[in-house]
């Protein structure tokens, strides 16, 4: 049996007192792949509210990974010379019980103003050393065909930009945001399109998924895929094969599987580096090249992403040191 929107309650009584302190909201499409007679249904697990989101420990934090340390102006967070991240909007069509910046998306948390956004660009349009801009939030494909459209436009225009990068989950969890006019919204002359799709679990790929990643990459997108290591999601190697083939059956080339951030009150879904460590070891049997991600950690406090390897990785005493771009090691305990 299938879930519709009504039963929303039902399946979540923890809702109300969740939502005073995260947003919520879980769209119709996810909810109807929602088995309620599964205790364990992941699906569920990520979407649905629980109190355990309530307990928040001494290591979390509110910017695990750091974007205010290299934010110059509202919404641009300017981390690696050739690149920026850019934040146009801070909502997202449902919202994942795990999320890296739950303190910072959500409704009210405040998209940028016209202004604020001309002056991001402005600061783009400023720097010549940038190639990308990595568009993400909140989930950029809420934006209309148009705000889409106008935004490719302008960063297009700048003549040092080469690569627009969009990261989304809503070809999965809202696919009828994705029309032929969106997709034609993210092309512009001067510059690349590239969309990482974040999924976590194969059973996000419904039929309209199916097809409205396929009209992505009909329309001339380079997809790639973002997943994060969840407890009680994907945390087996069986789960995880499935979807990074998923990914490739669907034109995803399998990008980033990311150790779980410090959030606050996501305590219940995180990994021992151990643990995800013994499990990439798992997939490289059951894997081709093809389908491996690279296993990624952002260094807490804005020090970046590392792989999970030897070079970036050592065990310590009392934990792990990890060692970012510039050779700096910094102590992760887990
Ligand atoms: S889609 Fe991304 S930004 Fe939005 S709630 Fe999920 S993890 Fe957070």
């Not at 909201?25 to 992941?42: F, G």
């Not at 106008?150 to 297009?156: E, F, N, S």
């Not at 969009?166 to 969309?195: C, N, S």
Request: include cysteine; hydrophobic fraction near 45%; charged fraction near 20%.
């Amino acid at each position: 049996m299938n879930l519709a929107a009504r039963d929303l309650q039902q399946v979540a009584p923890d809702m109300e007192q969740v939502a005073r302190r995260y947003a919520v909201a879980v769209s119709p499409q996810l909810l109807a792949l929602v088995d309620p007679a599964n205790p364990h249904d992941p699906i569920a697990r990520q979407f649905l509210p629980s109190l355990a989101e309530l307990d928040s420990r001494p290591e979390e934090l509110a910017d695990p990974i750091g974007d205010a340390a290299h934010s110059p102006v509202p919404g641009i967070v300017h981390r690696h010379e050739n690149r920026v991240l850019l934040k146009a909007v801070s909502a997202c069509p449902v919202y994942c019980r795990f999320c890296f910046r739950r303190e910072t998306v959500g409704p009210g948390k405040g998209n940028l103003s016209a202004e604020e956004l001309d002056a991001a660009i402005v600061y783009i349009a400023g720097h010549p050393a940038i190639e990308e801009v990595i568009l993400t939030g909140g989930d950029p494909f809420i934006l209309s065909p148009r705000r889409a459209g106008a935004l490719t436009g302008r960063l297009a225009a700048i003549a040092h930009v080469r690569l627009i990068r969009w990261h989304t989950r809503v070809p999965l969890v809202d696919p009828a945001r994705v029309t032929d006019d969106f997709v034609a919204a993210l092309h512009a002359p001067g510059a690349v399109t590239w969309v990482a799709i974040h999924a976590n679990h194969p059973s996000e790929f419904s039929p309209d998924a199916r097809r409205a990643i396929a009209r992505l990459a009909d329309g001339g997108v380079a997809l790639v895929s973002q997943s994060v290591l969840l407890r009680g999601v994907n945390d087996d190697a069986g789960i995880l094969a499935a979807l990074m083939r998923a990914f490739l059956e669907n034109r995803i080339k399998p990008y980033y599987l990311h150790h779980p951030d410090l959030a606050p009150g996501t305590a219940h879904f995180r990994l021992r580096l151990d643990e995800g460590l013994a499990l990439m070891r798992q997939l490289r049997g059951r894997l081709s090249g093809l389908a491996m991600p690279a296993y990624m950690l952002d260094i807490p406090g804005g020090f970046g992403k590392v792989p999970l390897e030897s070079g970036h990785l050592e065990k310590t005493a009392d934990g792990w040191r990890v060692r970012d771009h510039q050779g700096r090691w910094h102590p992760y305990v887990d």
